[in-house]
């Protein structure tokens, strides 16, 4: 008896004749097993009911090396086969064991079941009717009577479904491939046409699902990788692409079609790879030029162009330069309302330029699609203190520069206004006090934006020179009053006194 649990249980829920090989006696007389053979199939036997597979597969090697006409021996290494998931293998084992012991209803059986799960109804349907006419137990025929039922059904299906792609009917196949598929489930030619219905309905990767199951069920089915290989490149996925096309050239190097996509997708892919490489540099101009590259190489593919578009505004947005950024981003956008990178990208852009409300809006955009994205939800809290801000003082607008204006620039302003409204400039005292307040204004922006530490406080959305933006409050050292800012150079780069200045 087969122990619950044990390789011989398992098969049997499975394939309910395999059993026979647990008890299958073997007949030295009617077999001509000499002694060695006999011993490798007894050792075989025991080892692939301890669930030893690949020693008791090399013991029945060895059984039908000794005895090439042993009929057992071969039913017992396409079991093991079988086990361990080669169907393939175990096939010519069992035609093996039909042709010596015509009368073996068990392999026959066995046989039936393996061809309809790949399909081939007519010699599955064969098979089952033979193993009717060749006196089975009762289990067998109801086994037989059962598998005939459902091979005829299947080729019923098959029919349908036959009809239904002639008739362009794609949704009506695929129910009826959906079918056949759950009992022909090593059927490829039905996977590769039902991978041509999805195709056809605009599902590219339940198709490469389907494609890729055929090229392992079918030898050298360059075909398949070629389908494979352009469908991913028509997602954009220039890179699983580039690696399926390269199993369609390890089959035939001369495959034309396959060798010429293979040259168009490693051309993108190197341009691609590149561009990535000089946006991890920081080099954003350069990068963005290879990404210009990419929609000149593939115009004709939607999915690069936006993609390129979308590293572009990247790049633009990193290199801050704002409005060519806005005008990018806004372009991906149209097409992909809800691409996330873009509205990040956009969001810093509108940063640059003052532009708070717009900014909080693509971050609240982006929060929708990515709550947990910590990059976003920063953003949102800095454009939020940054809306704030503006609505106090802003250093950078006192000044007249922008947001991303280097340090020259801004001591080059900031003289320059001093210069101008410096109170000694102005004789009538309501003047000078107006005066006064704006040389403290412009002192206090170029204290703050001249240092790094205090410019990138203020840049977070924090006055460094406002005590309630500063935790604990109290006083600040920065707030200065006129007195404290006279006798102060605008022309020094410092910050400390040099000497008097007047104006007269």
């Known amino acids: 008896m087969v122990a619950p649990g044990s390789v011989g249980s398992r098969l049997g829920a499975v394939f309910p004749f395999l059993l026979v090989l647990v008890d299958l006696q073997y007949e030295g007389a009617e077999c001509g097993v000499n002694a060695d053979v006999e011993k490798h199939l007894e050792l075989g036997k025991k080892l692939l009911a ?42 010519p084992d069992l035609t093996k064991v039909i042709a010596l012991k015509m009368d073996f209803t068990a392999a026959r059986l066995q046989r039936g079941h393996l061809l309809l799960k790949q399909g081939k109804l007519d010699e599955a349907e064969d098979d089952f009717k033979k193993v009717l006419k060749s006196n089975p137990s009762e289990q067998e025929e109801r086994e037989a009577e059962s598998q005939l ?22 949704t009506a196949a695929i129910t009826f491939l959906d079918k056949i598929l759950e009992v022909c489930v090593w059927d490829a030619e039905l996977r590769e046409l039902r991978a041509e219905c999805f195709i056809k309905e605009g599902e590219p990767r339940k198709a490469i699902s389907d494609l890729k199951a055929a ?48 040259k168009q997708v490693k051309k993108l892919n190197k341009l691609i790879e590149s561009a990535e490489e000089l946006i991890r540099d920081g080099r954003y101009t350069d990068a963005t030029s290879k990404y210009e590259s990419v929609m000149k190489t593939e115009p004709s593919v939607a999915e690069y162009t936006v993609r390129s578009k979308e590293r572009i505004c990247h790049c ?158 109290g006083g600040n050292p920065f707030h200065r009053s006129w007195n404290s800012w006279q006798g102060f150079n605008p022309f020094s780069s410092g910050g400390p006194f040099r000497f008097k200045f007047h104006f007269n």
């Open 316 to 473: 633009f947005s990193k290199d801050e330069k704002p409005v060519e950024a806005i005008r990018i981003c806004s372009e991906v956008l149209q097409m992909e309302p809800d691409n996330v990178n873009a509205l990040k990208d956009r969001a810093e852009a509108y940063l640059i330029e003052e532009m708070y409300d717009e900014a909080i809006q693509d971050y609240e955009a982006a929060q929708e699609h990515n709550e947990n994205d910590q990059q976003i939800r920063e953003g949102l809290e800095k454009a939020q203190r940054l809306l704030k801000q503006s609505q106090k003082r802003d250093y950078y607008k006192i000044l007249g520069v922008k947001r991303n204006a280097k340090k020259q620039e801004i001591i080059k302003a900031y003289r320059k206004l001093a210069l101008q409204w410096h109170p000694d400039n102005f004789q009538n005292e309501e003047e000078k006090k107006k005066a006064e307040k704006k040389f403290i204004d412009i002192a206090a922006a170029k204290e703050v934006l001249s240092d790094p530490e205090m410019r990138k406080k203020f840049d977070d959305g924090e006055d460094p020179l406002d005590a309630e933006s500063q935790q604990g409050g």
């Open 149 to 170: 039922v459902k091979a005829d059904e299947m080729q019923r299906l098959r029919s349908h479904a036959l009809d239904a792609f002639d008739g362009a009917d794609y």
């Open 50 to 91: 301890a669930g030893q597979l690949a020693d008791a597969l090399s013991q029945f090697h060895a059984a039908v090396d000794g005895d090439p006409d042993n009929y057992i021996a071969y039913y017992r290494r396409a079991t093991v086969f079988l086990a361990m998931g080669k169907s393939k293998a175990a096939l």
């Open 215 to 262: 090229s392992k069920l079918k030898n050298d089915n360059t075909e398949a990788f070629y389908k494979i290989s352009t469908l991913y490149y028509q997602l954009g996925d220039h890179e699983l692409s580039l690696s399926e096309v390269r199993e369609c050239l390890k089959l035939d190097q001369d495959h034309k079609r396959c060798f010429a996509h293979y």
